[in-house]
């Protein structure tokens, strides 16, 4: 009845515009699966919308998503979701791939493209809109739009907790006592005391195998799974997802074009499908490599952190900001209104103590290994699981308001992170195995430069800011001007013969 309730709907209204979403088993765009598809669509004429959710754990949710992609999918001219790509993947997983499904007459687009376009180019925290759909949601169309996030948050919470009192129960210590233990990055379980390696080992085998890889302390809210939570919640919450991404494509679709930005849209479109595939072949990781590199930067962390505590004369974590002003303060009569990077680095070129100038060394040393072995080797060793050697990221089109691409395999510090004496710790790019060799692309400062151009263009170029990129205004010795537009002149902009000493 459901399902010919659904033709019947689909048959009766214009359905140009419509959502997808999913709910996982997870976030790994290869190894996760959906077990709830919602989808809808808004009816422009009579400002109606519909929002469906099927379980395809069942015969009949299967059965309803497969006659929706074949049969009702193709009636839509627009077919948005939010994060768009992330839920193509997720189709993929069990069979569909949407792209093929198609016809040419639908486009699919991702509402967080409407949301960039829309809006002015200014961060949150400048007054710009947030990225997140509940976020979106919650300061635009519906205040109440994370009430049922909220519920399964609860619920999720309650679930760990279960896990938590039973590992309390076994180790006969509290939680607290537990993480003074596990709250150092570097902890393995070879730290515990004897006594509660063996029970926590014991707690840790009877943990569901989705669970196991993932915890290595307690059990967080957010290692709990989606599909464990009551359906019905997840229903109603998935649904409104879908109301949410109609609202905000069917809010924000005029404004676009108000602002002349559909062809942007259009452009941001036409790169899901490869981004898509990019993001599905992935990254092969030497796994040696990841772990000799956490080995060895591990054992070094632990032996700057005793040289440090030689120094001072005590324990003294990098996080622990008011003990290190204190030792500033009192023990090196220097003032210093905080302990942030910038300010120590400072404090360290103007002392000439130079027992502060070790101390400070070893704080700021021991910050940055600190980071990197959580960024980018427990991270990343994390997301490897026992059958594949493969890192998996996504691409997010919108991560920023200037227009970039971001990921988190971007960005890897060239030269990556040495001892002091030289020696290499690790470097994240060796991570990165190929059959014959890596590509690297970068164009330096592009944002900077294309903003130093549109002053030109606007008629009010900004003298310096030009010619930190080209030598504007400046002439060779034969008197010939610098002409942004001259190719010839293009080419040689880097060579001398336009250099003044000013």
């Not at 595939?277 to 956490?294: I, P, Q």
């Amino acid at each position: 009845e459901d399902i010919d309730n659904m033709l019947t709907t689909y048959n009766a209204h214009q359905t140009d515009y419509a959502a997808l979403d999913t709910e996982t088993t997870g976030l790994n765009i290869i190894k996760d699966t959906p077990f709830l598809v919602q989808f809808g669509f808004i009816d422009p004429d009579i400002m109606r919308g519909y929002a469906y959710v099927v379980d395809i754990r069942t015969d009949i949710g299967a059965k309803a998503l497969n006659i929706w992609l074949y049969n009702l999918m193709p009636k839509h001219k627009l077919l948005a979701g939010h994060n768009v790509s992330f839920d193509l993947h997720m189709l993929l997983n069990i069979g569909y791939d949407v792209f093929k499904l198609k016809p040419d007459t639908l486009t699919l687009t991702d509402t967080q493209f409407y949301i960039r376009y829309g809006h002015d180019a200014l961060h949150t925290g400048e007054g710009g809109p947030p990225l997140s759909l509940k976020d979106y949601a919650a300061r635009y169309i519906d205040p109440g739009a994370k009430v049922h996030e909220s519920t399964l948050k609860k619920e999720r919470t309650a679930i760990a907790k279960t896990y938590n009192t039973t590992l309390k129960n076994s180790l006969r210590i509290t939680l607290k006592e537990l993480q003074e233990y596990t709250k150092d990055c570097t902890f393995e379980l070879t730290d515990l005391p004897e006594e509660l390696q063996e029970r926590y080992s014991k707690w840790h085998e009877r943990l569901p195998d989705c669970l196991k890889h993932k915890v290595t302390n307690v059990v967080e809210s957010d290692m709990i799974p989606y599909d464990w939570l009551n359906v019905d919640t997840l229903k109603t919450y998935a649904a409104y997802d879908i109301v949410y991404t109609l609202e905000i494509l069917w809010f924000l679709m005029p404004k676009v074009e108000t602002r002349n930005n559909l062809k942007a849209i259009s452009i941001e479109n036409s790169l899901l499908e490869p981004i898509v595939n990019m993001e599905r072949v992935g990254f092969k990781c030497d796994t040696a490599y990841l772990e000799n590199s956490r080995i060895k930067m591990r054992e070094y962390i632990r032996t700057t952190r005793q040289e440090l505590q030689e120094l001072i004369g005590y324990p003294v974590g990098t996080g622990q900001h008011a003990v290190i002003k204190d030792i500033i303060t009192n023990r090196f009569k220097e003032d210093t209104p905080n302990t942030n990077a910038e300010t120590l680095t400072l404090l360290c070129n103007k002392t000439t103590n130079e027992e502060l100038k070790r101390f400070i060394g070893y704080i700021q040393e021991l910050r940055t290994l600190e980071k990197w072995y959580s960024v980018y080797i427990l991270r990343f060793q994390e997301r490897l699981t026992q059958d594949t050697d493969r890192l998996y990221t996504q691409i997010q089109q919108v991560g920023t308001v200037s227009g970039r691409v971001t990921s988190d395999f971007q960005q890897f510090p060239r030269g990556g992170i040495k001892d002091r004496d030289g020696n290499e710790l690790f470097n994240p790019r060796k991570m990165v195995v190929t059959d014959s060799a890596i590509v690297y692309l970068d164009y330096s400062q592009i944002e900077l430069r294309f903003q130093a151009l549109y002053t030109i263009l606007i008629g009010h170029p900004d003298t310096n800011l030009c010619r930190a990129y080209m030598p504007y205004k400046c002439h060779r010795k034969g008197g010939e001007q610098f002409d942004f537009k001259n190719p010839k002149h293009i080419k040689e902009a880097y060579d001398k013969s336009w250099y003044h000493n000013e």
